[in-house]
Nanobody, 120 residues
Framework: QVQLVESGGGLVQPGGSLRLSCAASGGILMLDYMGWHRQAPGRERELVAKISSGGVTNYADSAKGRFTISRDVAKNTVYLQMNSLKPEDTAVYYC??????????????WGQGTLVTVSS
């Protein structure tokens, strides 16, 4: 079963930076899409950024120009570099990775979530 392990969240001051990482493991044959979502208190989960198997990236308007999604295919890892952080970026960030397992099954896995708090 595919498992995702996230890291990199924490407390940062407005204007600061954080880098989130999400590593996938467990019977992976090939990765397809990789992305980051977030959920702030009292709000629905929303897409922040995603990257396709071909390397095409998409960002939420709130993330454009400040966040960068990247991946290391050899390590089955996706990253989210977040710069110029704002208090409204405070949320639990979840990675989401889809692909195919060694048994030919398609999977859609979610990380456990990592808390990002932007506050002075």
């Amino acid at each position: 079963q595919v498992q995702l392990v996230e890291s990199g969240g924490g407390l940062v001051q407005p204007g600061g930076s954080l880098r989130l990482s999400c590593a996938a493991s467990g019977g992976i044959l090939m990765l397809d899409y990789m992305g980051w979502h977030r959920q702030a208190p009292g709000r629905e989960r929303e897409l922040v950024a995603k990257i396709s198997s071909g390397g095409v990236t998409n960002y939420a308007d709130s993330a454009k120009g400040r966040f960068t999604i990247s991946r290391d295919v050899a390590k089955n890892t996706v990253y989210l570099q977040m710069n110029s952080l704002k208090p409204e970026d405070t949320a639990v960030y979840y990675c989401n990775i889809g692909g195919f397992g060694v048994l030919g099954n398609r999977f859609d896995a979610w990380g456990q979530g990592t808390l990002v708090t932007v506050s002075s």
